[in-house]
C-alpha cells in the first residue's frame, strides 16, 4: 500500500504563491499518473491537475489553467503543484493521489490518497 504525504500549505494572501510537494512510498512511483484534488468546506473534492508517469502529459481544470503547474520528479519519488497569483477561491484541502486508471479526473479512479494540506488564501 503506497503512502502519500503533502506539505507545503498555508496562509497567503492573494496574489500569492505557494508549492505543494506529496513524496510517495515505494519503488513503483514512476509507473503512475498522479493528481492533485482539492476540496473546499461544503463542496466535492474536485480535480486541480494531473501528470502522466513520465511527467510529458498534463492537464488542467480550467479555473487553474495558466496559474498553477504539476510537475514530479521520479528520482525522488515526489510530485508538486506550484501555485501563483492565488485567489480566494483557491482555499481549500488539497490532495495528492495516485491513479489507478492512467489519465483521468475522476476521484473513483484514484486508489490512493494523501492526508490533505490545507491551503487559505486570504483577500
Known amino acids: 500500500q503506497v503512502q502519500l504525504v503533502e506539505s507545503g500549505g498555508g496562509l497567503v494572501q492573494a496574489g500569492g504563491s505557494l508549492r505543494l510537494s506529496c513524496v510517495a512510498s515505494?519503488?513503483?512511483?514512476?509507473?503512475?499518473?498522479m493528481g492533485w484534488f482539492r476540496q473546499a468546506p461544503g463542496k466535492e473534492r474536485e480535480f486541480v491537475a494531473l501528470?502522466?508517469?513520465?511527467?510529458?502529459?498534463?492537464d488542467y481544470a480550467d479555473s487553474v489553467k495558466g496559474r498553477f503547474t504539476i510537475s514530479r520528479d521520479n528520482a525522488k519519488n515526489t510530485v508538486y503543484l506550484q501555485m501563483n497569483t492565488l485567489k480566494s477561491e483557491d482555499t481549500a484541502v488539497y490532495y495528492c493521489?495516485?491513479?489507478?486508471?492512467?489519465?483521468?479526473?475522476?476521484?473513483?479512479?484514484?486508489?490512493?490518497w494523501g492526508q490533505g494540506t490545507q491551503v487559505t488564501v486570504s483577500s
Open positions: 493521489a495516485r491513479s489507478a486508471f492512467g489519465v483521468s479526473r475522476r476521484p473513483a479512479d484514484f486508489g490512493s
Open positions: 515505494g519503488r513503483t512511483f514512476s509507473s503512475y499518473a
Open positions: 501528470i502522466n508517469w513520465s511527467g510529458t502529459n498534463t
